[in-house]
């Protein structure tokens, strides 16, 4: 069970030194309960007592880090059940798998996909994580020639998937400066196994049967020294692998079952692309850690990221635009200037409906910290002096011959004290709603 | 290794709303879990898709979504016979495009009408849902509540500002009510609140708490569902256990990823778009959405295939 800062508190010198960097050691019981600061801070405290702390304050769902360098990630460390009560932590993941069985042009196309299909959104770069490799052929040769074959093509960490350690050596051998997962213990394989990513420094993926069995294993391959799991649960198909990721994590976080304290692997195998893609959306939604798929198609790849985006974003932080002019449909100098807020889902809504009018227009945008213009303008963030302002500094009027701003229809009331700030500029009040802009920009005249 | 499946049951259980007359019902609601969460409490209805039919010609759509619809575009009538017949259609959603203020401007009688002609061509449950222009809705609503007398249709979007207006029509004429909010969970339970303070039953209420698509909003979407349920199922809320409608076709068909054409980087368009539907559906679904509006068959097969896996 977490402790409370009071708890913590209790077990401090109470000597309000500051060294550890905050003035009382009451503040910074506080920031060590919400996991803002480390007990290593402190100089005074016994190492019985920082045991007993770094004991409580791990997290329920331990953090796994897969890849070395630029392509590495972080999966776990979550800590509640729905994304209001505190924000998901690590976004799930997802990688393709790749047969050593299947024909070379094959195993070259799915590598080079992987590392090329990258789409950015709202500042962020979505893209494939892993690339996993599964032996079919069962030749320890043939695994290690495929994944010379892989790395050829992708610098993507790989998950190396097969159960026999014979197979699994040389191919660790070989890339395991980029970190690898090796997938998987089970309950005949552990100890060759758990040897074998003790030896290499791995993550360790462990499946089993039953969730019992996984259980088993997962208690097994820790007694023998792996610390980085990751649990693979038994089930394919959507709904039994939504129930096993249901309770894989209400056991971390509710009761605390060790066994079940790191993040997961799932498999979307079973069914149509359609299937694929709904079950992947769901393990991605509900508990997934690092999804595999078998296809990579970028029309079935973007929904699947961008689903991954809206979920693992911080409910209490909106998402932010940045700054700047935003021409819409190769706008030109006599074409509409409008201005909203920095709000992600505001500017989505707005320069979709402008699109949606079919009339080229210059959309700026204004660093509201993430605010809707209703709220922004509540704030003081989006009043006339301070767009006034951004204006300014935009370079809008070197791009139009008009000097005609169209305000969002929320902020009508500041359209005469922004034309006073606004020398020269005439303002004009557009519709409340985005959805009226088509309407309105198609009658828009400069004048 | 012992372990004790973490199993959860609530206390609450969301409300049945029937809509449509027999044998044509339709069934939202009803759990006490959920929707997707059948291994641990009773789910006795899927989530429902109701296919869209519009009663103008959307000219402004896509080809990727005109396509299986070309020869019945500006018949809302046939329209609906297609969906029915061709695309399995359980429900239809009537979307009354053509009484926009802003747009075509027709009349309550106008739309009445198109309502009639629809009921009179399929039998399966209907909801027919206005432009959200309080002001129009008010008057084209109640026609359309008389104009579908004795087929129990889900009737909206009624708002904050128009709610007495609808709810009235609705109870004249033993319709449902699908009450709009933008995206609050307050304002969702407050308006739940004024209607059944009219008399309106709970189980004659439907939820749309606003929809985002994908990319768009879904994430607020997704949170305020999941809020209204845990406030149904843990505390038993009286005013958040009513069934979820998103209504999600008109969304993910606005969004520039359903509206680009085929590129290498972003592949081809058809497959794109109706994934972008079908995830959209998929994720409202697992967030406790009871019945999702949708345009593309694909689409629609896609997700009834999908949904179709929790319910063997």
């Known amino acids: 069970m977490a402790l409370t800062g009071l708890d913590i508190f209790k077990k401090l010198p109470k000597t309000n030194c500051g060294e550890c960097g905050?003035?009382?050691?009451?503040?910074?019981?506080?920031?060590?309960?919400?996991?803002?600061?480390?007990?290593?801070?402190?100089?005074?405290?016994?190492?019985?007592v920082k045991a007993e702390l770094s004991e409580a304050s791990a997290p329920p769902v331990r953090k796994v880090t897969i890849g070395a360098g630029d392509y590495s990630f972080n999966i776990g460390e979550e800590t509640v059940l729905f994304r209001h009560e505190k924000t998901f932590v690590n976004p799930a993941v997802f990688g393709v798998v790749i047969e050593d069985s299947a024909d070379e042009a094959t195993i070259v196309a799915k590598a080079k996909a992987a590392?090329?299909?990258?789409?950015?959104?709202?500042?962020?770069?979505?893209?494939?994580?892993?690339?996993?490799?599964?032996?079919?052929?069962?030749?320890?040769?043939?695994?290690?020639?495929?994944?010379?074959?892989?790395?050829?093509?992708?610098?993507?960490?790989?998950?190396?998937?097969?159960?026999?350690?014979?197979?699994?050596?040389?191919?660790?051998?070989?890339?395991?400066?980029?970190?690898?997962?090796i997938y998987a213990a089970d309950a005949n394989n552990f100890s060759a196994l758990a040897a074998l990513a003790k030896e290499a420094g791995l993550p360790l993926a462990v499946k089993g049967a039953t969730l019992e069995e996984l259980a088993d294993v997962s208690d097994k391959v820790t007694a023998a020294g792996v610390k980085d799991i990751v649990l693979a649960p038994p089930a394919d198909g959507a709904a039994e692998s939504l129930k096993d990721l249901v309770q894989i994590r209400r056991a971390a976080l509710k009761q605390k079952f060790k066994p079940f304290g790191f993040p997961t692997i799932t498999f979307t195998d079973g069914g149509d692309a359609d299937m694929a893609l709904a079950t992947a959306g769901i393990q991605m939604m509900k508990y997934g850690g690092l999804i595999m798929l078998n296809e990579l198609d970028p029309a079935r790849i973007m929904p699947l990221v961008v689903l991954g985006q809206n979920i693992y974003t911080d409910p209490q932080k909106p998402m932010q635009m940045s700054q700047g002019i935003y021409p819409i449909g190769d706008p030109k100098e006599d074409s509409p200037v409008m201005i909203t807020t920095n709000f992600s889902l505001t500017y989505f809504i707005v320069s979709g409906e402008i699109e949606a009018s079919r009339v080229p227009t210059w959309l700026l945008v204004m660093d509201v910290e993430g605010l809707s213009v209703l709220t922004a303008w509540a704030a003081g963030k989006f009043v006339p002096e301070k767009i006034a302002q951004f204006i300014g500094k935009s370079e809008i009027a070197g791009k139009v011959k008009h000097q005609n701003l169209v305000i969002p229809g929320y902020v009508a009331q500041i359209s005469g004290e922004l034309e006073e700030e606004m020398q020269g500029w005439k303002i004009t009040v557009g519709p409340r709603e985005a959805g009226d802009l088509p309407h309105y920009l198609k009658s828009w005249s400069p004048n | 290794m012992p372990f004790t499946a973490p199993i959860e049951t609530y206390s609450g259980r969301i409300v049945e709303v029937k809509i449509g007359v027999e044998p044509n019902v339709v069934t939202l609601g009803g759990e006490n879990t959920f929707p997707l969460y059948g291994f641990e409490g009773e789910v006795p209805n899927k989530p429902v898709i109701a296919m869209e039919v519009y009663d103008n010609n959307p000219v402004d759509w896509v080809d990727a979504v005109k396509a299986p619809f070309a020869d019945v575009l500006g018949d809302p009538a046939a329209w609906a016979v297609k969906c029915v017949k061709e695309y399995g259609a359980e429900m239809i959603c009537l979307q009354l495009a053509s009484t926009d203020p802003n747009g075509d401007n027709k009349s309550g009688d106008e739309a009445a009408a198109t309502v009639k002609k629809v009921l009179d061509a399929v039998a399966v449950p209907l909801m027919v849902y206005g432009t959200d222009n309080a002001?129009?809705?008010?008057?084209?609503?109640?026609?359309?509540?008389?104009?579908?007398?004795?087929?129990?249709?889900?009737?909206?979007?009624?708002?904050?500002?128009?709610?007495?207006?609808?709810?009235a029509a609705a109870m004249g004429f033993n319709h449902n009510v699908v009450a709009l909010t933008p995206c609050d969970v307050n304002l969702a339970k407050q308006l739940n609140i004024l209607l059944t303070q009219l008399g309106l039953p709970h189980e004659r209420v439907i939820i749309d708490p606003s929809t985002g698509a994908l990319g768009y909003g879904l994430d607020y979407t997704y949170t305020i569902i999941e809020r209204l349920k845990l406030a149904a199922l843990q505390q038993g809320d009286e005013m958040t256990k009513m069934p979820v409608v998103a209504n999600l076709g008109v969304e993910v068909w606005k969004t520039k990823e359903a509206k680009t054409g085929d590129t290498a980087e972003w592949g081809d368009q058809v497959t794109r778009a109706v994934s972008w539907e079908i995830m959209t559906a998929v994720s409202l679904a697992t967030a406790g959405a009871n019945l999702l509006i949708m345009r593309h068959p694909q689409a629609v097969a896609g997700v009834k295939k999908a949904l179709g896996a929790f319910f063997k």
Not at chain 1, 22 to 48: G, H, N
Not at chain 1, 144 to 159: F, H, I, S, W, Y
Not at chain 2, 136 to 159: C, Q
């Open chain 2, 135 to 167: 002001e129009k809705d008010s008057e084209v609503l109640p026609k359309v509540a008389a104009a579908a007398e004795g087929r129990n249709i889900a009737l909206g979007p009624a708002t904050e500002d128009n709610y007495k207006t609808v709810a």
């Open chain 1, 115 to 181: 590392q090329g299909i990258e789409f950015e959104r709202i500042e962020q770069k979505l893209r494939p994580h892993v690339v996993g490799v599964k032996a079919v052929s069962g030749s320890a040769e043939k695994f290690a020639e495929v994944v010379d074959k892989v790395v050829a093509n992708t610098r993507l960490p790989l998950v190396l998937m097969a159960e026999d350690a014979a197979v699994l050596k040389g191919a660790v051998e070989k890339v395991k400066a980029n970190r690898p997962l």
């Open chain 1, 22 to 48: 905050v003035p009382t050691c009451m503040a910074f019981a506080m920031k060590l309960a919400s996991r803002q600061a480390e007990i290593d801070a402190c100089p005074y405290v016994s190492d019985d």
